[in-house]
């Protein structure tokens, strides 16, 4: 009887949903442009000028329509760490939220090893030529190190970015996915990032999503920029993005090295997630098993926001722990988060044969 009284009101909640969001769609000056897309054909990457755009309100989806929305919940992925070990054993209340300074009361606690929607981008350059199979093993330990549950697809980009697997839980399938190595182009890493976090909004089954990113070098073939790329994370309340820059070796130049590392920082510390920046080939194994642990370890932290959803703008938030038995406590979380009344549509893609 609750389940029938549940559909009854999704279905109106729905319906007000759609109607809110028709009123207060942006005008044509303020809406952002297409974001890129991801294929499994092999067919290359669009992506228009200008800046992002939000997802649109409904797409079909075989005979039927799904349809995800909450424009209230704020949800918050948090790592914690006392030096450099995660703290397993907080509570509720010792924990504080502020957003724009103002602070928020929790509605929802959790510390469990929840199943993760992952990413899995891949630089596929020339120059990772003689990194990949390292690169590859390493990834799936990682994979092999999670929750059985969990589900991930491969995307290797140069100067275009491909889906070589879509998602599975199978390691076998992942693997094949990442041994299309053709090493050659540029590196389009933030149109990558962007259409993978697409990808994970529309497609993910999965509500706590990750993308792990390698790559060696900076970006020099997107038609997005690092800011836009950044926003259209936050647009879509998107995955946690963990870096791994192999920026070593006779190839990378120490001005090459120093603009990726820095567009690695900020595309990880924006999402909540981590940049690692390993001395040689030997130490992607154990960032691997430190990024599997970082993603095992989270607490989830859901609140209801004392703004209206109607009022627009980055909402900035701060994340702080305090507990009896612990010391000074770092939390790491996402920066804060662009409210909408919004729809995100699932749209099925074929497996690539």
Known sequence: MRLCHYAVFALLFAGATLALAAQQAPSAAQAPATAPSLTVDRDPVRTPDGELPAPPALRKLGEGYILHADVEEVDLNCTVLQGKEPVPDLKKEDFEVLEDGVPQTLISFLHSDLPVSIALVVDNSGSMSSKRRSVNKSTLDLIQASNPQDEAFVVNFSDEAFIDQDFTSDVNKLREGLSHIEARGGTALYDAVAASADKLASDARHPKQVLILITDGEDNASTLSRDQTIRRVQQLSGPVIYSIGLLFGDDVSHSEAKEARKALEMLSTETGGMAFF????????????????????????????????????????????????????????????????RVVTQNALPERH
């Not at 938030?317 to 996402?334: C, D, F, M, P, S």
């Open 278 to 341: 390993p001395k040689n080939i030997e130490e992607i194994d154990q960032i691997a098993a430190e990024v599997a642990q970082d993603i095992r370890s989270q607490y989830l932290l859901g609140y209801h926001s004392t703004k209206p959803t109607t009022e627009p703008g980055f909402r900035r938030v701060e994340v702080t722990a305090k507990a009896r038995h612990h010391g000074k406590l770092n939390v790491r979380t996402r920066t804060g988060y662009y409210p909408a009344a």
